[in-house]
């Protein structure tokens, strides 16, 4: 047992406790130098007792040579646990703490070793990377300048061509009525049978289009049917009460198939065939009128045990219903482009009928829309899909491109003569073809410029040390989930063929050693999903420990050089040379 | 809530037909009184001169005679029995609650010797009268009949009858043509044996207030159900049920089910009425002038409270409690059905529970956050999702793939684990747990036979007949560490869904035709099906101790007698003001009624609570005798720490509060032990005469002497805090001393809410914090000694080993500590007999504080004669505030030893 007068005190304090009296370090009162550990709290904020138990507020230092010195709260001090490696917290002999500081300090400093090496090899990837990003972004602020003024001469070469265009239409034009009259007494007849194509043709593709607008209003359909449904489950209902008792069970199986079948027919109705499963009845009739009459013995248990799980329900029909999605997937595959995440929208808005908020919906059209600039899958195809068709375009080295086209416009605009009658047939089409090509041109020049500006607006950090995360995303399976992170873009959870969205990308926080992304899909009975990526410093960008600490919650940590600081190195080596210092000499290098 | 869910008294025939029922419709008359093995008995009989017609529907077939039997016992305990006549071939036995009553209440029958039979009162017909204590004699008038308590020679005290309310549908064969069946919802109860409900009224005579029978989620006194400028209300409805989202201020029947009601009024004292009866039950509380067009008018000047009991089943047996004081109440019941358990020492400490930790990792996270924070906490608690599929006695093996581990790394700490076991079994032909049951019998049979199939977290499930003592036997063993795999010692266990709860049955439970052991049907024993189940596990955790380790269950289901088995919480309640408002009144009345060890989830199980309210919480639950934090599984994360330090800091003192004054609670604790006096009280419980406190639900009294008022809304800068009167008051946090008899308006600060020690009682604390409360073990203690206006006071402290059964052989400490004349005296409570086990203790007192004193300097202690230093000092060294307060530094007298310190 070292001496009280020192015991718990750090080397730095011990001057403090010199004097015969000493202040409480609150200013409150005097305590003698007897009173200091004494084992009893004269001071509130614990200076008398930095030794002992007595005082809650209280800090006991351990020296624990060979490793790192530790303050502990005084509570740990002789409570019958080794706090301290050097057991210097257990001194009333109640318990034996073998001094371990040797062993631990060991493993402590080859971690710290390690650490520092992780440290030394990540700086200089993360100086690299900032070189390269710095590089990269005025390589695209170049690329951006010289494309907003290329953007301008085409536009006016669009725009002549457009004007010589039309020109050529309107003398076309004349010509053909010209031409109409000389045939339309012979032709009358087949004219008016080509009109009549025509306009069934126009009047087909109209209701067409009605149809893709009833989507945008789905819950009204379903509220309809729904409401149709309960009215049918009472009827049934009292019905089977005024009748054979034995007869209610199959009444109420006939009831249950009912209703799924009439599911199956509001949704065919939004193109979503065959994702009717039983955890959707179940959801709407929690939301609904909640009757749960008429529901088999299965369903109507689902349905109680979901009112506390919420989701759980609809996992566990998840599970079962795994094959039929699998066929959905493969059906609607070949009718859409973008399966999934038409799922997760049809998923969305049922959700959203769920809480039968007008506004709401609103906010999740909006969110669709979104979810096309955003998806990873998309954006980051289509922005390399433009990387290749812009190879001939942005390679700057060749003579330009522009150039070239600057050159044809003025040919044909010189050749084309208008006032040659009847106008040639070749020159015309020639105009046409260079107006689409030169506008295509344009578009595709419109929209670089427009991802680019994106792209410039993001906050890559102070040193823009996150501007390669940039069009990458992050994987991490864990079970029967994928994790997808994508920086400045957005985050999800992919099971099998369903996508779940963790968040959208927010922002970085806890000054760029977190990730934020939030607003995500929202929960059934919670909040709407978020994710907090925490950066931690590594040599490769590699995601981990994803957790759900929280319901709908959750974190992850991404190990990365950029957050491989030169400062935090300083520190770690500093650490180290303190604990080598400690060590004492006979020992090293052993 | 649904209300529509669940069914009400009017969709209830028995309880429809009961309440509709007009006073004096019944027609039994007493004959054949007798004495009969130290009983007296007598037969019920109708009437004979047909003067039953009018309002009653004549009977199909004229009832046999009911076999009456009036029984007394030790300390003013009448008990009242009335069961159909078994040589008269009634066609099936009716239920008669086994196992609650305790055997050591058999010995306590008083052999009656004599009967007098006089007329009372010009009545016009015969009483016979028996003695039943010293001060009051217990009658049974013969036409019509009633049974009552009254003082010798006086006034009444309760009475049966009175109302000629009593009703006793007698079981009948079914006759052709008989539909006996009840539907309910898609629900249809086949009912087998027909109408067989029992219906009666009790009189509570000289009372202001009625109190008891839980579980409501409503006021502590009970409010009128009935009466003139009542509106509609659902009678009390007494049937476990599984409320999802309860709401606060209803007469819903939820989790359990106590039939024990107290009376309380100023001149008449405390009397309670206790009806052992496990079939669904329905008690009106009538408001006073409900009776005014029945033309009886009671012998009886006095105030009074009607209320009707009914029951759709059973028997009546029932105890009549005479008090008088309101203590005596609640040792009267607990000498009938037990006192609760002594929980083990770590039990009494702070609980962390989630739906659910999810994983290993996760534990050691939220374990080792305490300790970063340093917040103590002493248990861990792992939900239904620990389990391999809800299959209890397993482990998810992704999530929990070292279980011993994971409890021996909580162990060295000093803490504690707690699984959760349901009583529905999955029905999975490759569990072991439901093979061995199929294969052996033990679930209850469906109404066609088969083993009942109800849907609950596993699925497709079954429920074992835990009324069954070979069952529960069977049961019990499976808590072995064998056979228990991944078990260790530092595990307990948690029963939750005991109502029963089956989400696919009616209203969430088990159909009333499923049959029992012993071809009892569900619904004779329905409200009794947790408190098996808990008998069952706490039996189970016994023998896995070998009978020397205190059990620790929790259950959420509960019965009379469930206070013997373990400790009960008030189930999945919101996280609300409401809520936190109505968990006073809802653990004052389960431990009214025998239920010491209870506490509601705090933060509130549903929802997220603001951090304000989760302060709130923690402040209050740190006084309940259960304080257990939890949340459903869709809320965030409210872990102490979560919240900001300035929340962190107020969470981590209200969490302290509870570990300083851990001595005291548990002394508390043992006095529910050993008397069935509850550790949390009404005001009334400790100030009878004081008529301000008896319908106060807001404050209570934690042991007599400390109270305790929530702070109950958002944004409090004031509270108004009625202080019993006779003596002061000292605030817990100031050492500040307020008036008695005074409703004081309080400022309200957010570190604190209203909390004072009565002037004249010492209470034991241990100001020193530590990980968990297994490391305060040797920790000195501190007294606070509050004097009253004659610079007297007394308290005790109980300590014992905190874990074994060695205290019942006398290895404890128990002192009292008496403060008179200017000096402290420290006495022996223990009573040593030979061969009695000693438990040794080197724990000193470190501080002791004397609030109500000025002016000394030193003490003298004797027999050392050594002198301490009398210093002013904080009231407490963490969160105190106001002016320092006169402090014995370091008396270092040990507890176990007697002793004397003089005020100099």
Same mark, same amino acid.
């Given at each position: 047992t070292p001496p009280r007068d020192s015991l718990g005190i750090p080397p730095e304090d011990a001057k403090y406790f010199k004097s015969d009296f000493i202040k409480c370090r609150d200013g409150s009162k005097k305590f003698t130098k007897a009173q200091l550990n004494d084992d009893f709290c004269d001071c509130p904020d614990g200076t008398d007792e930095p030794g002992t138990s007595a005082c809650s507020r209280g800090k006991f230092y351990c020296r624990n040579t060979g490793h790192v010195p530790l303050s502990l709260f005084s509570s740990r001090v002789n409570d019958g646990i080794c706090d301290c490696c050097d057991g210097s917290d257990e001194y009333d002999g109640k318990v034996k703490c073998p001094n371990t500081c040797w062993e631990a300090g060991k493993v402590a400093r080859a971690k710290l070793k390690k650490k520092i090496a992780t440290y030394k090899e990540g700086v200089a990837i993360r100086k690299q990377e900032v070189e390269q990003a710095k590089e990269g972004i005025s390589k695209s602020e170049a690329e951006l300048t010289k494309l907003k003024s290329d953007e301008k001469i085409l536009k006016g070469l669009v725009q002549q061509l457009k004007d010589r265009k039309e020109q050529i239409e309107k003398v076309e034009e004349k010509e053909r009525l010209e031409k109409e009259k000389e045939e339309k007494k012979k032709k009358e007849s087949e004219e008016k049978a080509d009109e009549q194509d025509k306009d069934s043709t126009e009047r087909q593709h109209e209701e067409n289009h009605e149809k893709i607008g009833n989507l945008d209003e789905p819950s009204l359909e379903q509220d309809a049917s729904q409401v149709n449904d309960n009215d049918a489950v009472e009827a049934d209902q009292n019905g089977d009460s005024s009748g054979n008792e034995a007869s209610h069970s199959q009444g109420a199986d006939q009831h249950a198939a009912d209703i799924k079948k009439t599911m199956v027919e509001t949704e065919s109705g939004h193109d979503v065939e065959s994702n009717t499963s039983p955890d959707k009845i179940v959801k709407q009739e929690i939301d609904g009128s909640d009757n749960t009459e008429g529901l088999s013995r299965e369903e109507l248990g689902r349905l109680v045990a979901s009112r506390w799980t919420g989701e759980n329900s609809e996992e566990q029909t998840k599970e079962v219903n795994d094959a039929k999605k699998e066929e959905l997937k493969g059906s609607s595959e070949t009718q859409e482009t973008e399966p999934d995440e038409d799922y997760d929208g049809y998923n969305s808005s049922e959700d959203n009928y769920k809480y039968g908020d007008a506004a709401e919906e609103e906010d999740m059209d909006d969110e669709f829309e979104e979810d096309d600039h955003h998806d990873s899958d998309a954006s980051y195809k289509s922005d390399s899909e433009d990387q290749t068709d812009f190879s001939d375009l942005t390679t700057t080295s060749s003579p330009s491109w522009l150039d070239k086209i600057q050159q044809t416009v003025r040919n044909i605009l010189q050749a084309v003569n208008l006032f040659q009658s009847p106008i040639d047939k070749s020159e015309a089409a020639h105009i046409r073809k260079e107006y689409d090509d030169a506008s295509t041109k344009l578009s595709k020049i419109q929209s670089r410029i427009s991802s680019l500006s994106q792209k410039l607006e993001n906050d890559y950090g102070p040193e823009k040390e996150f501007y390669s995360f940039y069009d990458r995303c992050f994987e991490n399976k864990q079970n029967k989930y994928v994790y997808k992170v994508c920086p400045f873009k957005q985050a999800s959870q992919v099971e099998g063929h369903s996508t779940t969205q963790l968040g959208r990308w927010e922002k970085f926080e806890d000054s760029y050693r977190t990730m934020l992304f939030s607003n995500g899909d929202r929960c059934w009975n919670g909040p709407d999903r978020s994710l907090k990526v925490r950066l931690r410093c590594g040599l490769d960008n590699e995601l981990t420990d994803v957790d759900e600490p929280s319901r709908c919650e959750y974190v992850a940590i991404l190990s990365t050089p950029a957050l491989c600081l030169e400062e935090k190195l300083k520190e770690l080596q500093h650490k180290l040379d303190l604990m080598n210092m400690e060590q004492p000499q006979s020992h090293d290098e052993l | 809530w649904k209300k529509e869910e669940f069914r009400n008294c009017n969709q209830t025939p028995f309880c429809k037909r009961a309440r509709s029922r007009k006073p004096g419709s019944c027609s039994l008359v007493a004959t054949d009184v007798s004495i009969n093995d130290g009983d007296l008995t007598a037969k019920l009989l109708p009437k004979i001169n047909g003067n039953s017609e009018g309002e009653e529907e004549q009977k199909e077939e004229p009832n046999k005679p009911l076999l009456l039997r009036l029984s007394v016992y030790q300390n003013g305990i009448l008990r009242l029995k009335v069961d159909e006549d078994p040589t008269l071939d009634p066609p099936k036995k009716r239920f008669e609650v086994p196992?609650? +009553? +305790?055997?050591e209440f058999n010995d306590k029958k008083l052999w009656l010797q004599r009967v007098s039979t006089e007329v009372i009162n010009g009545d016009s017909s015969p009483s016979s009268v028996v003695y039943l204590s010293d001060d009051h004699e217990a009658v049974l008038r013969h036409d019509p009949f009633e049974v009552y308590v009254c003082k010798k020679g006086g006034d009444r005290v309760l009475s049966m009858n009175s109302h000629g309310l009593f009703d006793f549908e007698q079981l009948r064969s079914r006759k052709e043509g008989d539909n006996w069946e009840e539907s309910f919802r898609s629900h249809t109860d086949s009912r087998p044996y027909g109408p067989q409900s029992i219906s009666f009224d009790v009189s509570f005579y000289g009372a202001d207030f009625v109190y008891g029978i839980p579980e409501h989620a409503t006021s502590l006194a009970l409010k009128p159900t009935r009466g003139p400028e009542i509106e509609f209300s659902e009678p009390y409805r007494l049937f476990n049920l599984d409320v999802f989202e309860y709401i606060h201020d209803s007469p819903f029947g939820i989790y359990g089910s106590i039939p024990f009601m107290i009376s309380h009024g100023e001149v008449h004292g405390t009397l309670g009425f206790f009806w052992l009866n496990a079939a669904e039950m329905q008690i009106d509380v009538l408001g006073s002038g409900w009776d005014a067009e029945s033309g009886i008018s009671l012998p009886s000047s006095q105030g009074r409270i009607d209320t009707l009991w009914m029951s759709e089943a059973g028997i009546v047996d029932a105890f009549f409690f005479v008090g008088p004081e309101p203590k005596d109440v609640v040792k009267q019941y607990a000498s009938v059905t037990g006192t609760s358990a002594m929980p083990q020492h770590f039990a009494t400490a702070y609980h962390q529970c989630r739906w659910?930790?999810?994983d290993e990792e996760d534990v050691e996270n939220v374990d080792s956050k305490f300790d970063e924070f340093d917040i103590p906490y002493d248990v861990l608690w792992l939900d239904i999702e620990h389990t391999d599929g809800k299959?209890?006695?397993?482990?998810?093996k992704v999530l929990f793939p070292h279980p011993e581990e994971m409890q021996k790394k909580l162990a060295a700490k000093g803490r504690h684990m707690v699984t959760i076991v349901d009583p529905h079994i999955k029905r999975d032909e490759s569990f072991h747990l439901h093979k061995e049951a199929t294969n052996n019998g033990y679930y209850v049979k469906d109404a066609s036979g088969r083993d009942y199939d109800g849907w609950c977290w596993s699925g497709s499930s079954s429920y074992l007949d835990m009324l069954n003592p070979e069952i529960r036997s069977w049961w019990a063993e499976k808590f072995s560490l064998q056979n228990y795999v991944g078990s260790t010692p530092s595990l307990y266990i948690w029963n939750d869904m005991n109502e029963p709860s089956v989400f696919n049955g009616p209203e969430v439970t088990m159909p009333r035709d499923v049959i029992h052991y012993g071809g009892v049907e569900h619904r004779e024993v329905h409200n009794a099906y947790g408190y098996y189940f808990h008998m069952g596990t706490a039996d189970g955790l016994l023998k896995r101790g070998d009978g020397n380790d205190r059990p620790f269950v929790l259950s959420r289901a509960f019965f009379p007698g469930s206070q013997r088995f373990g400790a009960v919480w008030t189930g999945d309640n919101s996280a609300d003001w409401d809520h936190l408002r109505v968990s006073v009144p809802m653990i004052l009345t389960l431990g009214l009624t025998g239920m010491s060890f209870t506490g509601a989830d705090v933060g509130g199980f549903f929802g997220n609570p603001e951090p304000e309210l989760l302060v709130r919480w923690y402040q209050l639950g740190a006084y309940y005798p259960f304080f257990r934090g939890h949340a459903h599984h869709d809320t965030k994360r409210r872990e102490p720490w979560l919240f900001g330090e300035k929340n962190t800091e107020l969470m981590r003192d209200a969490i302290r509060t509870r570990y300083m004054f851990l001595p005291y609670f548990y002394t508390l604790f043992r006095e529910a032990n050993t008397t069935? +006096?509850?550790v949390v009280r009404p005001l009334w419980m400790e100030f009878p005469s004081d008529e301000a406190t008896f319908s106060n639900d807001e404050a209570f009294m934690v042991g007599n002497c400390l109270l305790v008022q929530g702070i109950y809304t958002e944004r409090a800068k004031h509270a108004s805090v009625y202080l019993p009167r006779g003596q002061s008051w000292y605030d817990l946090r100031t050492g500040v001393a307020y008036a008695g008899g005074v409703t004081h308006k309080l400022e309200v600060q957010e570190d604190n809410i209203p909390a004072f020690q009565k002037a004249g009682t010492i209470v034991p604390r241990k100001d020193r914090y530590r990980r968990s409360s297994t490391q305060m073990a040797n920790d000195p203690y501190t007294l606070v000694i509050a004097l009253n206006s004659s610079q007297a006071a007394e308290g005790e402290l109980y300590v014992d080993d905190g874990k074994s059964f060695e205290f019942e052989k006398g290895a404890y400490i128990h002192r009292r500590f008496v403060f008179s004349d200017g000096k402290l005296i420290s006495l022996n409570l223990a009573t040593p007999k030979s061969g009695y086990k000693v438990y040794s203790s080197e724990c000193v007192i470190e501080r002791i504080i004397l609030l109500g004193l000025s002016g000394v300097k030193s003490a003298l202690i004797e027999p050392t004669n050594e002198r301490a230093d009398i210093e002013s000092g904080p009231l407490r060294l963490q969160g105190g505030r106001g002016p320092s307060v006169l402090t014995i530094r370091k008396p270092n007298v040990r507890i176990s030893d007697d002793w004397t310190i003089k005020i100099l």
């Open positions: - | 196992d609650v +009553i +305790i055997p659910n930790y999810r299959r209890y006695f397993t482990w998810d069935g +006096i509850p």
